[in-house]
């Protein structure tokens, strides 16, 4: 059976081992230069307490006909806490 070169070549670039480089001058990580983590809040800023007022929607109920259907929407409000 006939080999053309670029087969050849390719069955013996899939033997060669794939080896990790060393890793070399990482930096490391001190936690006394951390800076303390906190939400920031004000207008244009997507908060997490927004995140949770979105409405929500439920699963649908079609009418009879299939032409129109029922939605419920739920949401949480921090401000009435339900």
Not at 4 to 18: E, G, V, Y
Not at 19 to 46: C, D, L, Q, W
């Amino acid at each position: 059976m006939w080999w053309p070169p670029r087969a050849a070549f390719l069955a013996f670039a899939t033997q060669l081992r794939l080896t990790i480089p060393p890793v070399v001058n990482t930096p490391s990580y001190n936690m006394s230069e951390a800076k303390a983590f906190s939400f920031k809040s004000g207008n244009g800023r997507f908060t997490p307490q927004d995140l949770v007022e979105l409405p929500r929607p439920g699963a649908g109920v079609a009418n009879a006909a299939g032409d129109l259907v029922l939605v419920p929407v739920s949401g949480y409000s921090f401000a009435d806490k339900k």
